[in-house]
Each structure stands twice: as structure tokens, then as C-alpha cells.
């Protein structure tokens, strides 16, 4: 789980950030070659992707985030993302982590740190066929660094927000039904209830499915 670490004021804190996008069975989510804008987190569903016609790899489930590899390398698609069942992704705009460099810099590098473990996992298992868990902290934290500094190279402080609404397919299509989207974010307020919308007398929505369910336990007591 990749937000295990974060408390649960920081999950709210990524929760006014995030936009919700909402797919069905067969939709295409990431388009490969498409110049890549966001990633996203998994809060219901299953992609897979597909690096070409009839050929997919495993698929994603979840609590996995999505979209990130751009973000460190070459800032275009690798793959296409393809719905094999109906679902929705939380999404933060590459956009914004910058500039949640400056409006909250801690956070900004827990989250980019947690992006760059996910990328480097997603590396070694596809290039090496091993596990992150194999190599040292000194490895780790390496690869980490490496990876932090290609996503400098991509100057994504530079790229305006008009850019991000015209650059994605899945972005432009569903940008008039995002919320928090193009500058709009979510208040605390927005949040819970959105979380009180399901019926339950704990948030277990929105802001909880961000962490796939790994926030700690007293967060809501």
C-alpha cells in the first residue's frame, strides 16, 4: 500500500488536490504515446494494460497508482490503460505536485518520494524481473534520488493548465464532470461529505480509499 505512511490529515490534504474520473468497462484511460499529464490512484475498478492490439499485461487493482511512470520518464505514455471493469481514479495533475512544492513542501516530498519508490518498483520488476524488497535502503534510496532527478529534467512547473485540459483524451473528455478540477479544489467539507455519502458512519470514500484502507485505525474514532 503506497499511502501507508501518510496520516490522515495528510490524506485529507491530497484529498482537496484530487479530481475524480469515473470509467466503464472497455474505456480507454491512458492512451499510449499521448504526452502524459497526471497520475492517478486506483479507488475502484481494474485496468490493464495493453502495449498493443491483443497484447495486455497484468492487471491493476485497486489501491495501485497509475500513470506515474511519465512522470520520470519522458513525460509521454508507454502503454494505453484499458477498463476490464468499471471504476474511477483519484488524479493529481503533474502540474500540481509542483506546485504543492510550494504551498506545502513536506508533503509534496512525501508524496513525490512515494511516486519515485512506485516507479522504481514498477522498473525493476519490468526490466529485471525482481522485487524492490531485494535490494538495500542505500539502493533504494539511490534509485529514488536517480529518478527524482530525470523528473526535474521535465520541468512540469512549466506546463500550464490549459495545456493539461487539451494534451490527455481521458482529461479533455471528462473535464466538464471533474471535481477540484483546473484549479477548483475540494474543502474539507467537500470531502466528508462525499465520504458520508455512502452510508457509513466512518469516511470510507473518498479521502480513506486514497489509502486503500491502510489509514490508521483511531483516524476516525
Not at 511519465?70 to 468499471?86: D, I, P
Not at 503533474?94 to 506546485?99: D, R, V
Not at 539511490?142 to 529518478?147: D, F, H, P
Request: aromatic share 10%; proline share 4%.
Amino acid at each position: 500500500a503506497y499511502f501507508k505512511d501518510f496520516d490522515f490529515q495528510q490524506l485529507l490534504d491530497l484529498a482537496h488536490q484530487l479530481s475524480i474520473l469515473d470509467f466503464t468497462v472497455g474505456e480507454t484511460v491512458l492512451y499510449k504515446d499521448e504526452p502524459a499529464t497526471f497520475f492517478g490512484v486506483l479507488l475502484e475498478g481494474t485496468l490493464k494494460p495493453q502495449f498493443g492490439p491483443g497484447s495486455f499485461g497484468p492487471c491493476r487493482g485497486v489501491g495501485e497508482i497509475i500513470g506515474e511512470m511519465a512522470l520520470f520518464f519522458g513525460g509521454t505514455r508507454v502503454v494505453s490503460m484499458v477498463a476490464e471493469a468499471a471504476g474511477y481514479l483519484a488524479v493529481f495533475q503533474f502540474s500540481q505536485l509542483e506546485l504543492l512544492k510550494r504551498t506545502n513542501p513536506s508533503l509534496a516530498v512525501k508524496l513525490n518520494t512515494q511516486l519515485a519508490r512506485a516507479a522504481l518498483a514498477k522498473g525493476l520488476q519490468q526490466d529485471q524481473g525482481c522485487t524492490i524488497e531485494q535490494l538495500s535502503e542505500h539502493e533504494i534510496e539511490r534509485g529514488v534520488s536517480e529518478l527524482l532527478q530525470k523528473q526535474a529534467a521535465q520541468r512540469w512547473e512549466e506546463r500550464q493548465s490549459y495545456e493539461i485540459c487539451r494534451q490527455e483524451s481521458l482529461i479533455r473528455n471528462k473535464a466538464p464532470k471533474l471535481r477540484g478540477f483546473m484549479g477548483r479544489t475540494n474543502s474539507k467539507k467537500d470531502v466528508l461529505k462525499r465520504d458520508e455519502a455512502e452510508g457509513n458512519d466512518k469516511p470510507t470514500g473518498f479521502s480513506s480509499r486514497l489509502a486503500s484502507e491502510v489509514a490508521p485505525a483511531d483516524a476516525y474514532e
